[in-house]
């Protein structure tokens, strides 16, 4: 499965606390199809994870688990449910046509030695002896992206869906 977070792939599924959720859709013989985590604090539901293994895709399934979701989310009386998700077309295009509305943005800097030497040191303003940055992973305001794009390789713009569930 593939996600526009190519670069925070956890090598375990975390825990998802109650009253938070996680869903699996499964084949016969227990193949992973699709699944979906969601947290919930207070008044707002978030999903942390939708996923659709590329054999499954296309065929309705992460819309089944959305609905599924939903249902889950509403019954527990939080109102809004909602995903954090960056720039790529496909995602964007599934978010939409699912009802959710884009209401936030800002961006993810990456910068990275391996890309160019001196991103790190751009990126930090004091170096601490004995301490060499290699990789460093920024938030910044979407005013910045122009010169955020002119200065590191990476940028990625983060976007919120939401929908009201209630």
Excluded at 20 to 40: M, N, P, Q, R, S
Excluded at 125 to 148: C, I, Y
């Amino acid at each position: 499965m593939n996600t526009p977070y190519f670069d925070n792939v956890l090598t375990s599924k975390p825990e998802v606390p109650a009253p938070g959720f996680a869903l699996v859709a499964a084949a016969e013989l227990g193949a992973v199809k699709g699944i979906i985590d969601v947290t919930v604090d207070d008044e707002l539901a978030t999903i942390d994870t939708v996923a659709v293994h590329p054999d499954y895709q296309h065929q309705g399934l992460g819309r089944a688990l959305l609905t599924e979701a939903r249902a889950r989310v509403s019954a527990l009386g939080v109102p809004t449910l909602d995903a954090w998700t960056r720039d790529d077309p496909a995602t964007l295009s599934w978010y939409r046509a699912m009802g959710f509305t884009e209401s936030q943005h800002y961006l993810h800097v990456y910068a990275n030695y391996y890309a160019d030497v001196s991103e790190p040191d751009r990126a930090i303003s004091e170096r601490r002896v004995g301490l060499r940055p290699m990789t460093a992973f920024l938030h910044a305001s979407l005013e910045n992206e122009q010169p955020m794009r002119e200065q590191f390789a990476r940028v990625h713009v983060c976007r919120r869906f939401a929908m009201d569930v209630l």
